[in-house]
């Protein structure tokens, strides 16, 4: 049996923050971190890149060794966490090892969700969440001629524009009735779709597969419309669901993720949770939500470490608002908050000339709900901080309407000073 | 120690939004006049008033945090947040995590863009017609003596927000350990420097003279340390009582006759740990315990005397004025006094506003000290015989008298006469210094 005063399960942006964040204020603590994958820290958000070829899987390390070292960080990789006995404060891994810890944070992120479709599991089929997923798929598109990707969420969407810029025919199915649903609107993803289309890549929305059969060495997806499309590479890129097996046993809440309250701390005494792998406050109405996306992963992270290390400066989270930023074929979608209209919201939508950008701005009142913009820069991180703090945009409304970069640039320097 | 950096500071009072900033940043970044370049963005906020979109090279950067290719990283050395270009892939998330606008898109560009202070010598701050843009490298000064060895020993009890803890422990560490340290009667030896309960407040020698006798006990100490054949600095730190009242008789001699010896006068406008009594440098309309306000009185009612005025026109080698909300500039002259020491008198005037004494919040301690300057209540300036009278901070464009009175609770109930009675003393004592820069300036050219 092991000892450490910190134990960190995971070693991606909300384990990293956390490590972080308790060596700010506890710079002698026992701190262990433990981690399923064999290799330095990386994000999952880089593996895109990877499979396109702009990044190499030794450049994009997030630490090296001599972090771990400066920090005092005990670094341990190819374990997986098995089960928690939160009563006795001690975890177990798949190999056999236990330690026992004082606080425990729990950042083991998230794992594809795999559809219930009939017959998948008996064909080949591609996911993308660990470096060893990247380069199986790299790989792959290399010698792919027809393409099938089940999800055009971010994940699908980055894997269809690599397939299609490596030569395949592509076939994008995707149950909702457009791409990126919940962070543009039907107007906003129709302009996306349109470029891959462009691109010679077939968009199938509102379509679902009904069953997935082997053909030779790929398969073949059956559409709800009795279509079948042929593919020699298969794409399960339709969500994802946290990675929590480990707590099967019990003695911690979950829901869909580890339910935390806002400082990150589970049900269980010692035990946070941070990432993609907890289920905390939702900014809007306060529900708790997955928001399964890196820059809350970050914050979510250093509350949890600050919390941990009982860092007086700590701050409740505020709740998690949808963030999106996307890249395709050279354009930028960027998407902060809200982008529905309804009951109480003003829309204020523009579309550039000849189609070729596009801007939503959702208010309510006097208050910044959301933006969604494409190929019309604006700066997330402060249409962030404008929701965050429900900045009062009364006296510079129309200012803002018109000119949300240079209106907010000013509001968000006024407020520093 | 852990480290400090330099930055770019924004004075959007002085900003008139001529955008030459910009310019310069566009032309040394990429080479063109095209702003799309430029990685200082000055946003007019209307009525003239100008904010400003920058990177503030962040001590807990979140685009670094947000960063998923690890493009970004702060550099230990130099603070800056570095960004290469050949492991960004654009995916705008460091945008996310920036509330400044500090790394931004720009189409015409066609990836993010940051400040990366051009190396430590930035363009936008060299054109700036207007000193809107100041590049701060005080920086430098906590990481130089941060390292040093804190002569004073711990735990010294000042009252809460006084700055001459923070004044002494600055100062000794820089003159360094082959000192022997003279502490009069005062709020210094009060704090505990001299000793208590048996033990040493200073790691080096350190003795309590009478209010009287300072400048010449050093005086005789450094004659037999000379004899000695030891180079060893003879450092006063002593109150304005102890400086302009009760000890200028020994002070003067000292001076006159230029004995090698730094004296450094903390000036708090009053004995201030005995009760708050009047001294010669306590400015008119100030309550004090003997110049209290009632039916009659209306606090001080004479001028305080100018005294490194009145030590400029004595023999010293070398003489300033300092204030701790302006660390660099007393750093500057700190060196030269050290210097000028080892030949004669060094006499440095530094001002040490007193939360307790002065009522204010001692969190305001540095604010005070700042405006004193800024509204001409003092003025930073240093005297050297060869080269006479110069202004190290000058202030052409002062804040408002009332600015400064109305942070200090000793000037509370002064009336209209009086402030403006203050008005014209501080007019007229920059006016009569002025002369004097400008007669040395007129000699040097001539
Ligand atoms: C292809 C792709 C593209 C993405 N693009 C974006 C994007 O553009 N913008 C955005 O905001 N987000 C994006 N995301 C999501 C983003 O990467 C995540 O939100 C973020 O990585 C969450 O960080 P985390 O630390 O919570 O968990 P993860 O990054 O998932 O890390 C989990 C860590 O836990 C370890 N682990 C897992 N299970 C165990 C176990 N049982 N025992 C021990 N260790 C375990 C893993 O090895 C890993 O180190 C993308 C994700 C993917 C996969």
Known sequence: MRNSKYLIVGSSH????????IRMQDPDGALAMVTRDTRLPYSPTILPYVVSGRSEPERILLRDE??????????????????VDAAARTARFASGAEWRYEKLLLATGAAPAIPPVKGLAEVPFHVLRSMDDAVRLRDAIATARRAVVLGAGLIGMHAAENLAKAGAAVTVVEMQAQVLPGYFEPDAARMIERAFAAKGVTMEMGRTVTAAEPRGQGCAVILDDGRAIEADLLLVSTGVKPEMAYLAGGGVDTDRGILVDDRMRSSAPGIWAAGDVAQARGFYDGAKVVAGILP???????????????????KSFPGSVPLNTYTFFGQQAISVGLSAGGEGREVHETVGEGGKSYRRIVLEGDRLRGVSAINDFVDAGIMWQLVLRQVDLSAVKADFVARPLETGRMLMSRIWR | MGKSFNTIQFHADRCDGCGDCMTACAQAKAGTDDLAQSRIRIVPAGGGVYELALCRQCGDPKCVMNCPSGALTKNAATGVIDWDWGKCVNCLLCTVGCAYAGIVFEAEVGHVTKCDTCDGDPACVKVCPHGALEYKTVAGIFNEYGDKEDLFAPGLSACQGCNSELLIRHTLRKVGPETVVAAPPGCIPGMGTVGYNGKTGCKVPIFHPLLTNTASMLAGLKKQYNRMGRDVTMLALAGDGGTADVGFQSLSGAAERNDQMLFVCVDNEGYMNTGMQASGATSFGSWTSTTPVGSA???????????????MMHNCSYVATASTAFLEDYYAK????IEASKHGMAYLHVYAPCPTGWRFSSAMTTQVCRMQVLSNFVTLWEFEPGRGLRFTHPVDRPRTIEEYLKLIGKYKHLEPEQVAHIRKSVHDKVAFLKRFAAADAAAAAG
Not at chain 1, 14 to 21: H, I, K, N, T
Request: aromatic share 4%; glycine share 10%.
């Open chain 1, 66 to 83: 001599a972090w771990f070292a400066d920090n005092a960080i005990g670094f341990v990789r190819g374990e997986t966490l098995a089960a």
């Open chain 1, 296 to 314: 809350n992963a970050v914050e979510q992270g250093r509350i949890a470490g600050m919390d941990m290390a009982e860092d007086e400066g700590v």
């Open chain 2, 334 to 337: 700190l060196e030269k006094a």
């Open chain 2, 297 to 311: 009185m209306k606090g001080k009612s004479t001028e305080a005397k100018n005294l490194p005025v009145v030590m």
């Open chain 1, 14 to 21: 909300a384990a990293l923050e956390a490590a972080a964040a």
